[in-house]
């Protein structure tokens, strides 16, 4: 769940940690956060997204399409494009299994 502060006119984003991931894909999955345009996402986003999603595999969480979906939309991504990226998230890790 986002909150958040006000200083000095900007507003910045906090988030809780969520109790679907560990923390070592929490660090990355907050890093891809903070640093995305949950609108539209840059070629940088998508890049921090993606090592967001490797380190899941290489670390075997458990965390399923659904899960990072309702992880994006408590996020404030739009519905849709949650849908989109969790779509995306379960592509890469279908795709990772294979290849191992």
């Known amino acids: 769940m986002k909150q958040t502060t006000q200083k ?12 679907a991931l560990p923390a070592g894909a929490q660090v990355r999955f907050d890093t891809f956060l903070h640093c995305a345009n949950i609108s539209s996402l840059h070629p940088l986003d998508w890049q921090r997204f993606y090592i967001f999603t490797q380190y899941c595999h ?3 969480v458990k965390l399923s399409e659904e899960q ?3 992880l994006l939309l408590e996020s404030y991504f739009r519905e849709q494009y949650a849908r989109h990226i969790a779509d995306i998230y379960g592509h890469i890790r279908d795709f990772l299994k294979l290849r191992n």
Do not use: D, I
Not at 8 to 19: D, E, I, L, Q
């Open 8 to 19: 000095m006119g900007v507003r910045k984003r906090t988030y809780k940690r969520s109790k």
């Open 58 to 60: 290489t670390r075997r």
């Open 68 to 70: 990072m979906f309702q």
